[in-house]
């Protein structure tokens, strides 16, 4: 199955500016994730998509960041204000449906520089 | 607190030989434990997945065991090639939700 892209591939941003990134997964699946890695440091969860609605979100996904998939298609993380450390690769993840099991598949990612 | 844990030195094996990467874990009880590639700069690429009742996986050169009395997965590369060359996660689902948790991965190199 195909992976989900990504975009934009980097985004250079000012300290307190919102941004949004955007996933476009096949719109035929249901569960769908995001997840940051700041440079160096391990990959963390930040929320879960199921259905059209958050299922699962982590202490880092607080109200500085939302999810939504406006259309069907597109699927967009929002950073309202953001901040220095806010500074990482974000990748979106796509469940496979076969099965009930979990391996997910992820996007290129979007790298976000906060300055 | 729940924690998982991977060799966080990076390990050099010499082409053709077996790599060998461990992830340990602690306060767990998953249902699945997850294997992924990964290469600078681009996202976790999956490679396999263990069920808690499955002993062993195999795909091509690549074998997974998965302990859940020791907590602990292991993870083999067979005749390892430098294109092998990458930083491997481990991850666990947390629960039923489908949420992973991830260790910090081993660097893997593979010298010609």
């Known amino acids: 199955e195909p992976e989900v892209t990504q975009t934009p591939s980097h985004q250079v941003t000012q300290m307190g500016q919102e941004v949004i990134l955007r996933c476009v997964p096949i719109s035929n699946h249901l569960y769908f994730y995001w997840y940051r890695q700041i440079l160096g440091q391990k990959v963390e969860f930040l929320v879960s998509?199921?259905?059209?609605?958050?299922?699962?979100k982590s202490e880092i996904f607080d109200d500085q960041f939302s999810v939504e998939r406006p259309d069907g298609s597109n699927f967009t993380l929002k950073i309202r204000s953001t901040k220095l450390e806010d500074s990482a690769m974000y990748f979106c993840a796509r469940r496979t449906s076969v099965g009930g099991s979990n391996e997910q598949f992820f996007g290129p990612g979007t790298r976000l520089t906060v300055l | 607190s729940q924690k998982i844990e991977q060799n966080s030195e990076a390990l050099n094996i010499q082409e053709g030989k077996t790599a060998t990467l461990t992830c340990n874990y602690t306060?767990?009880?998953?249902?699945?434990l997850q294997w992924y590639r990964q290469d600078p700069g681009r996202g976790p690429v999956f490679l396999l997945l263990i069920r808690e009742n499955e002993k062993e996986k195999r795909k091509e050169r690549l074998k997974v065991t998965f302990d859940t009395t020791l907590k602990q997965s292991l993870f083999h590369i067979t005749a390892s090639q430098p294109a092998d060359s990458a930083t491997y996660l481990c991850?666990?689902?947390?629960?039923?939700?489908?949420?992973?948790?991830w260790g910090a991965g081993t660097k893997l190199i593979i010298k010609p």
């Open positions: 306060n767990y009880s998953p249902a699945y």
């Open positions: 991850a666990l689902e947390k629960d039923s939700n489908y949420q992973l948790i």
């Open positions: 998509f199921y259905n059209n609605e958050i299922s699962e």
